[in-house]
């Protein structure tokens, strides 16, 4: 009969080979001769590349009570370190996760330097993001340090992958993209062993890549990252990984491949979990490009806490005309990842469109300032190309049309260029709008056009509709209306207030009033109601 030390030693080599079936199977007839805490961290670690969260759970607090039991404090507190990130992300119990690292941080107090007082570091400094960027660096400090005394690369790694994303946080750009290479190359060469540490190093790397928009370096990584992590079976951990690279290749758009690894995130991943919520809520944006408006908005129910969600949200109120709604979501953002100073861009670049909307133009050229030097410091064209829009916006809500049409321009050349279609299509359409105002018609067809295909090779139906309706507004020349003032008396005769009709145009509400004034003077006319019929008579409603 194979003893239970025997099976324990099979069950290490399967883990190691990385069969986690054969592992928890070897493991579990080991327990069932003699139940040792080795064998219960071995069953939850089998587990947790299962995704079996309920499985690992319980194995690792019965292993942790008993190595309490037997007085080994060091490795109560490595399985404690493991609870915590559990409660994070499978079940989603963030006071639960507190109480299991303070546990851990308790048991290692006065013990010799090990690798657990530097994993518990990282542990507390991956919690501390994106609020306290300080302390997040300040923990993985001593974990790089630690972990280069001890000979420990995976430790060392982490400690500088995590540090990189915590600067990149912060807007040090280059420096922090610097560290999160060398980890990964680290990860990919075979330098690292535990395959849980080279998950969380390459997640970080693509993380950072998602936040300054480097989209070059996520593809030159991401694949390779893929197929490692497809090696290993970790399902979860992949999921996590990939569910950032959805967001990727959103962006890029490349929406039928981010579509399936969004949808895969979101079936591994359970809801009530952090990480699921994160894996809805990207998925919930993508729907919300797609125009598939109601379905977003069930997905952001899903994921309603988390910034992603609550800024999709944003921006489907903003779609419908809710400005007040658009930019308390958007402040809402801002507030939850206070202390991330890339991630901010995403929040400002709504704030900016929602105040220009509003006709608040000094909020709008605040956002538009602030996303400009987060741009500037991340180096990167999609975050210049998203700042330019912004600017855009501020211009045109204070009536500096030129300003707007240069802003406009030179976002659909920075957003095109670094291949974002969706942006650069939707930047068109607003160098399309401030061309009509400018009174160049011709220009602004040609633009609405170009802009309606590419919504149509995305797959985004409600900017394809969106722009071939605004495509259709024709120049009445026996009117004398300009192509502006043609549009919104449409509008008029819809019935819609000045309030709509610049939450409809993306103008100003005294731009909208303006243009209201001149198109009764020019036709002569003496009320709204007036005009609205005159439109009716001569086929300009719409």
């Known amino acids: 009969m194979t003893t239970a030390a025997e099976l324990s030693a099979q069950a290490g080599e399967a883990l190691a080979a990385a069969d986690w079936e054969n592992a928890r199977r070897l493991f579990s007839d080991a327990l069932a001769q003699d139940e040792t805490p080795e064998a219960l961290e071995g069953v939850a670690r089998a587990s947790f590349f299962l995704n079996d969260g309920s499985a690992a759970l319980d194995a690792r607090e019965r292993a942790y009570s008993s190595y309490r039991t037997a007085g080994r404090a060091v490795d109560a507190a490595r399985v404690a370190i493991a609870l915590a990130w559990d409660y994070r992300a499978f079940r989603g119990e963030r006071a639960v996760s507190d109480g299991w690292l303070a546990r851990a941080r308790r048991l290692l107090d006065g013990c010799e330097p090990t690798s657990e007082h530097g994993w518990l570091a990282l542990r507390e400094a991956s919690f501390a993001l994106p609020g306290d960027v300080a302390r997040a660096r300040e923990r993985c400090a001593e974990a790089e340090t630690l972990g280069r005394e001890l000979g420990d690369v995976d430790l060392e790694m982490t400690a500088i992958a995590l540090d ?53 370096r996520a593809g030159e990584w991401c694949e390779r990252l893929a197929r490692m992590a497809e090696g290993w079976n970790v399902r979860a951990l992949r999921a996590v990984c990939r569910a950032h690279y959805g967001t990727v290749l959103m962006l890029r758009g490349e929406w039928d491949e981010a579509e399936a690894v969004l949808n895969e995130a979101a ?41 992603i969600a609550v800024l999709t949200a944003a921006a489907i109120a903003l779609g419908r005309g809710d400005t007040a709604a658009a930019v308390d979501g958007g402040s809402r953002y801002l507030r939850l990842i206070e202390g991330a100073k890339t991630e901010r861009a995403a929040g400002l670049e709504l704030l900016a469109e929602a105040h220009a909307v509003a006709s608040s133009s000094a909020d709008a050229a605040a956002a538009a300032a602030e996303l400009a030097e987060i741009a500037e410091s991340a180096g990167t064209d999609p975050l210049r190309g998203a700042a330019r829009v912004a600017e855009g916006h501020a211009h045109a809500t204070a009536d500096r049309l030129d300003d707007a049409r240069h802003a406009f321009d030179d976002a659909v050349q920075l957003l095109g260029r670094a291949g974002l279609p969706f942006e650069a299509a939707r930047a068109r359409v607003e160098l399309a709008r401030t061309l009509r105002e400018l009174g160049r018609g011709e220009a602004a067809r040609h633009e609405l056009e170009r802009a309606r295909e590419r919504f149509a090779t995305l797959g985004a139906r409600g900017e394809e509709r969106a722009a071939a309706e605004l495509g259709r507004v024709q120049r009445p020349d026996e009117t004398g209306l300009s192509v502006r003032e043609t549009e919104i008396l449409a509008l008029v005769a819809r019935g819609l207030s000045n309030k709509q009709i610049a939450a409809e145009l993306t103008l100003s509400e005294h731009t909208v009033h303006r243009h209201v004034a001149n198109i009764l003077v020019k036709l002569r006319l003496s009320s709204r109601t007036a ?12």
């Open 267 to 307: 079936d591994i991943l359970p809801a009530q979990s952090g990480e699921g919520a994160d894996a809805r809520a990207r998925l919930a944006e993508l729907r919300r490009r797609q125009g598939q408006t109601e379905e977003a908005s069930e997905l952001v129910a899903q994921a309603e806490h988390h910034p």
């Open 531 to 542: 005009a609205a019929a005159y439109a009716v008579r001569h086929g300009l409603a719409r």
């Open 164 to 216: 990189g994303l915590a600067r990149v946080s912060q807007g040090e750009v280059a420096p922090g993209m610097a560290r999160l290479d060398e980890a990964t190359a680290a990860a990919t060469a075979g330098e690292m062993r535990d395959p849980v540490a080279i998950g969380f190093s390459c997640c970080y790397l693509i993380f950072a890549c998602e936040r300054v928009r480097d989209f070059e």
